[in-house]
């Protein structure tokens, strides 16, 4: 039995382009579609929580393509890690991070998706950035696609909804594993696929007021990107033999609210259409027999090609990620009370404490999930995303002493270390927002997940300053003791 985290364990941290990088124009890159999500830095704390604030629309559309502001625009400015990229890589050295995942942008790559030539610009951006990694001992772990796909393909095509796009993903993803591939460790085709359902806009670029806004066009769109995932994992397998490619889901973990069958049987259809239909398909290589009843009862039809099946039959998954926010319960009681969580409302569990945006903090359930997944697939596992959004208040000093994120990161970190002594194949650990990014669902800065403070306001005013928080000092002492030293 292990007693604790291998000794080559991937402690780390993750962010994405589009709430990071910023430059929006530079480089030569493209429109992408989160570069079109308005926020209002005067709503209230209520307001940005409203899902049509959230979530585009044709009227917020047609403003945005209208304009170059950047303040009610913040995936444009992100946290500029465009420029500062090399000063944040000597921080991220500085505290000891083994792994850094973050995501490419498609649009610095093919500005519109189609180009014939891809743009030398952008793959030169991402080598530096990632030699930059290797030159300083941290592994590399690059999503090639996180919510921002470029905005001329959704124009032009109708984004996922056609099978061109497909076409245009496969040539993209061969660009990066041929011109990228020497500097990458790990990759991930989609970044939580399960997104295309529970925010279709991020996830498959469909507008709250599409008139196709329905389940049909949905699933299409998510086999679309079954196809895709398919077709890269087959490149990266052919072009990098020895590289690992994995497939990644938000992981809704689902208690039954009781022991009443009813509830236990709600829980078993939450967890399959939430969270196993899209792990099953990527990993064990098939369509799953219960999602057939879910298509009857909701009248969806998939339009699959001839070698559609063989394709996803044969080009399977070599691990499996998740993020892990918070747990939910299952009920099929009404009225049960409800809360907030990632991506999505779900019920609440009068047995954990919430964050001060609703969600449900539940360490256990990281233990939980990671046996669940290590069971269900018997493959490398890697915690792909789990941290705490919060406010944090800068002292006097310049200091920030955010001992409610150590407590949640020390509390998950030791749920982690049973899951490994519970036999879990565990390869890594990157801790989400490790840097303060801007938030993906409610568009503001103040809810920040970072070790790493970063001076910018919810308008993005500020210094763009970088400062150590007291979790930067306590996750670098966590690392150096590989995990043993957690007070
Ligand atoms: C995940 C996303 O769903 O949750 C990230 O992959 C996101 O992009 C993270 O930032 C936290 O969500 P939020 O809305 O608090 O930023």
Known sequence: MKQGFDQDFLFGGAICSSQAEGAYKEGGKGLDTQDLRYFDPAWTK??????????????????????????????????????????????????????????????????????????????????????????????????????????????????????????????????????????????????????????????????????DNTQDTIFQCLHHQFIANALAVKACHEMLPGKMIGGMIARFTSYPATCKPEDVMQSITDEQYSNWFYLDVMARGKYPSYMERFFDHSGVTIKMEPGDKELIAENTVDFVSFSYYFSQVSTTQNGWEKTEGNLIMSNKNPYLKSSEWGWQMDPIGLRVTLNQVYDRYQLPVFVAENGLGAIDHVEADGSIHDSYRIEYLREHIKQMKEAVKDGVELLGYTMWGFIDVVSCGSMEMSKRYGVIYVDQDDAGNGTLERSRKDSFYWYQKCIASNGEDLA
């Open 46 to 211: 209520d307001e940005r929580k409203l899902i049509p604030n959230r979530r585009l629309n044709h009227p917020k559309l047609e403003a945005a393509l209208q304009t170059d502001d950047t303040s009610h625009y913040p995936f444009r400015h992100g946290i500029d890690f465009y420029h500062r990229w090399e000063s944040d890589l000597d921080l991220f050295q500085e505290m000891g991070l083994r792994i850094f995942r973050t995501s490419v942008c498609w649009a610095r790559i093919y500005p519109h998706g189609d180009d014939e030539k891809p743009n030398e610009e952008g793959l030169k951006y991402y080598h530096d950035l990632f030699a930059g990694c290797q030159k300083r001992g941290i592994k590399v772990f690059v999503t090639m696609l996180h919510y921002n796909i470029p905005w001329h393909l959704v124009e032009k095509y109708g984004g996922w909804r056609s099978r061109e796009t497909v076409k245009f993903y496969e040539k993209y993803a061969r660009t990066l594993f041929a011109r990228l591939g020497d500097t990458v460790d790990y990759w991930l085709p989609f970044n939580e696929f399960n997104a295309g359902k529970f925010n279709p806009y991020n996830g498959v670029c469909i507008l709250d007021d599409d008139a």
